[in-house]
């Protein structure tokens, strides 16, 4: 009786280890298909399908593409089934996506969703907690600095308001 529920433990652990790597396999594939999105926009805008200035999208994509490579490379040596490792994965999620709403501003709105929906493969409270605060200093990030710097309709305003 006591072989079996220790070895019914055992399983269990290698569930929850198991559980832990596939949903930071998941996060890593979300922040992978974002990064796909913000070079197929690139593209497209390097072509002159998309009229957006090509220098800020410059700054999306490459800015983005180099957290998720120095990101990347930690996922890649690091022990993905380590409970831990959902935050670390989460905060890197929230900076690519950060870099991506405060140069691009409102045409990436929808990107803002992508680390709470994230959060929610690993069911756990705390976890969802830790994404949501992060997502709300991303956010004041991105509304501030995207104003100035970004790529923001007020802007677009003021500087087509003056006579000829």
Same mark, same amino acid.
């Given at each position: 009786?006591?072989?079996?529920?220790?070895?019914?433990?055992?399983?269990?652990?290698?569930?929850?280890?198991?559980?832990?790597?596939?949903?930071?396999?998941?996060?890593?594939?979300?922040?992978?298909?974002?990064?796909?999105?913000?070079?197929?926009?690139?593209?497209?805008?390097?072509?002159?399908v998309?009229?957006?200035?090509?220098?800020?999208?410059?700054?999306?994509?490459?800015?983005?593409?180099?957290?998720?490579?120095?990101?990347?490379?930690?996922?890649?040596?690091?022990?993905?089934?380590? +409970? =831990?490792?959902r935050? &670390?994965?989460?905060?890197?999620?929230?900076?690519? *996506? /950060? $870099?991506?709403?405060?140069?691009?501003?409102?045409?990436?709105?929808?990107?803002?969703?992508?680390?709470?929906?994230?959060?929610?493969?690993?069911?756990? +409270? =705390?976890?969802?907690? &830790?994404?949501?605060?992060?997502?709300?200093?991303? *956010? /004041? $990030?991105?509304?501030?600095?995207?104003?100035?710097?970004?790529?923001?309709?007020?802007?677009?305003?003021?500087?087509t308001?003056?006579?000829?």
């Amino acid at each position: 009786m006591k072989i079996r529920h220790v070895k019914e433990k055992g399983l269990l652990n290698d569930y929850k280890k198991n559980s832990e790597e596939v949903a930071n396999r998941y996060v890593i594939k979300c922040a992978t298909s974002a990064i796909i999105i913000t070079f197929i926009v690139w593209m497209l805008t390097m072509l002159n399908v998309f009229l957006v200035d090509r220098t800020m999208i410059s700054v999306c994509f490459f800015g983005s593409l180099g957290v998720y490579i120095l990101g990347g490379l930690i996922c890649i040596f690091g022990d993905l089934s380590h +409970k =831990k490792m959902r935050y &670390y994965i989460l905060f890197w999620l929230v900076v690519i *996506i /950060t $870099i991506m709403t405060t140069t691009m501003t409102f045409h990436s709105l929808l990107a803002c969703l992508l680390p709470i929906v994230c959060s929610a493969m690993y069911c756990s +409270k =705390k976890v969802t907690i &830790y994404t949501y605060i992060l997502m709300t200093i991303s *956010i /004041t $990030i991105s509304v501030f600095v995207g104003y100035y710097y970004g790529l923001c309709d007020a802007n677009m305003v003021l500087l087509t308001t003056g006579r000829l």
